[in-house]
Structure formats: structure tokens, C-alpha cells
């Protein structure tokens, strides 16, 4: 649950870079997230929703674009996709990879609204993009980030009972996974 936490950084961004080029409105942040950093697009959509009221953001929208996990073997040299878990190469089956792709987390633009000082009606024009940072940092409302940590802890909660440890490849060898697979499934 480090969402709020991301969301909060990112709000600090944008803070910085609406007033170090003098944008009256934002809207839109586009981010880029690797599936690595085990970030759930939900609980940013969440935070970012639980955070932006009353702050230059509000009424903004986030765009989130998760990256796959890429990889490359130092074997045979082969990059490759993969999911979180199965990261050895598919060509020569070795498990000396390095990820390449899927731990990121950047700010890829902000679209704001920066005001033309010579005439007030072409404030109304299209967005512009923008990703310098240098302003005051964005205090967030500490009852909503309370809120957003109790619905979350809730949510934690529920998956929990959804799903199970995987087996350790001991418990796999001695069939004893299985066992405990019955005994939850009886409960």
C-alpha cells in the first residue's frame, strides 16, 4: 500500500512544476509504472482520487501505464518478457538474467494550462505538456490519506482470505502442499 506515498511524490512534482512555469490548471499526469515495483493500478486511481481534492490536481486525471517486466539472459543474450515470477530465458533456459525493464516509476508529462500573458483568450487553448519541477511541496489532507489507508487496509484484508502462500519447492518435492491445498479448500 505505498500507493498514497507514490501519489503523494508525484503531487509534490506537480506542485513544483505548475509554479515554476506559472500553470493555472493541470490536467493531466502521465506516468509510467513497472509491474516490478508491484504498484496496483487501482489503489493509485484510489490515492490519486483521496489526495487531489483541494490542490492543483483536483479534477486532473491520471494516466498510468504499466511496463512488463523485461529481462536479458547474460548467458545466450536473449531479452525477453516475463512475468513477475518466471524470469528465466525461454531460449536457453538459464537463470542468470538482469531486469532491463519494470522497476520504473516516472513522471512521463504533466498537460497544464499555461496562461499567454499578451491575450486572456488563448488561456483556453489545448493543454501543453510539461515535466520541470521546482515549487513549494503538496501538503495532502490528512483525513483523507486516513480514509484512503482504512479502505485499503480493508481490501488487504479481503484478498487475503482469496488467496494462498505458493509452495516452496521443498513442500512441492514432498507432496505436502497438497495436503495443505485440501485442508484449506475443506474449510
Not at 86 to 106: M, R, V
Amino acid at each position: 500500500m505505498h500507493e498514497v506515498g507514490i501519489i503523494s511524490g508525484v503531487l509534490d512534482a506537480v506542485d513544483k512544476s505548475v509554479a515554476a512555469n506559472h500553470a493555472d490548471k493541470v490536467y493531466a499526469v502521465n506516468l509510467s509504472v513497472g509491474e516490478e515495483t508491484e504498484v496496483i493500478k487501482d489503489c493509485m486511481d484510489f490515492a490519486w482520487e483521496a489526495l487531489t481534492p483541494g490542490t492543483v490536481c483536483e479534477g486532473a486525471e491520471l494516466h498510468v501505464n504499466m511496463i512488463k517486466p523485461k529481462s536479458v539472459c547474460l548467458a545466450c543474450g536473449n531479452e525477453f518478457e516475463h512475468d513477475r515470477f518466471h524470469n528465466d530465458c525461454p531460449k536457453c533456459g538459464s537463470y542468470e538474467t538482469q531486469l532491463i525493464a519494470g522497476h520504473e516509476l516516472t513522471i512521463d508529462s504533466i498537460d497544464v494550462d499555461i496562461p499567454d500573458d499578451e491575450s486572456a483568450e488563448d488561456s483556453a487553448e489545448e493543454p501543453q505538456e510539461n515535466s520541470d519541477a521546482n515549487a513549494a511541496p503538496h501538503t495532502p489532507d490528512a483525513s483523507a490519506a486516513e480514509a484512503y489507508t482504512d479502505a485499503m487496509n480493508s481490501y488487504a484484508d479481503s484478498l487475503k482470505s482469496e488467496y494462498r502462500q505458493a509452495p516452496t519447492e521443498e513442500e512441492k518435492r514432498s507432496g505436502d502442499h497438497e495436503m495443505q491445498n485440501e485442508k484449506e479448500s475443506q474449510k
